[in-house]
């Protein structure tokens, strides 16, 4: 089974949503990246997730909204814009936190599950889950996923370690 097929299959994809909307980014000219577990599964050994977080160019937001909205439902929460469909579990969430911005500046085209999709780098993906466990407002099982996160790119990458926060640096160790 390709990498594809399996992320299809995994998000009871009815056609391969990603890729559509990874075409709807390419022929806009969109500057993105992504981060996120899927960015961390460009790293290490891959995790299911059915979350796609995007970092999109803030400049290129508006219009891109526009051609997105006449295929995927669109809801704006705090920190970011999710789009759905119901053609698919997959839940694409962009990241629209200003914090993010820079990462698009270090990404690098990465393959995660068949995908060619420019992943922000290493350290950029760390700071994101970092950023992620140390919010209190997220569930605590989702905080438990970005700390699994943060160990899966410190096993690969141990000097990673020195970039954690002194608490966190603790509980990873």
């Not at 009871?12 to 890729?19: I, T």
């Given at each position: 089974m390709t990498g594809k097929l399996f992320m299809n299959k995994v998000t009871?994809?009815?056609?391969?949503?990603?890729?559509e909307f990874l075409d709807i980014l390419n022929a806009q000219n969109v500057k993105f990246c992504i981060i996120g577990g899927l960015a961390v599964n460009a790293y290490a050994e891959p995790v299911v997730?059915?979350?796609l977080d995007v970092v999109i160019s803030a400049n290129q937001l508006d219009?891109?909204?526009?051609?997105?909205g006449k295929r995927f439902s669109i809801t704006k929460k705090s920190h970011s814009i999710n789009l759905r469909t119901n053609?698919?579990?997959?839940?694409?969430?962009?990241?629209?936190?200003?914090?993010?911005?820079?990462?698009?500046?270090?990404?690098k085209i990465k393959t995660v599950l068949?995908?060619?999709?420019?992943?922000?780098?290493?350290?950029?993906?760390?700071?994101?889950?970092i950023w992620a466990y140390k919010d209190i407002t997220r569930r605590p099982s989702k905080r438990q996923k970005d700390l699994a996160d943060i160990m899966r790119l410190i096993e690969v990458n141990p000097k990673l370690l020195k970039?954690?926060?002194n608490s966190l640096r603790k509980q990873v160790k």
């Open positions: 009871n994809s009815e056609y391969d949503l990603l890729q997730s059915l979350d219009v891109l909204l526009k051609i997105l053609k698919s579990d997959l839940r694409i969430q962009l990241k629209t936190d200003p914090r993010y911005q820079k990462f698009l500046t270090h990404s068949g995908y060619k999709l420019p992943v922000a780098c290493i350290e950029d993906v760390l700071h994101s889950k970039l954690l926060p």
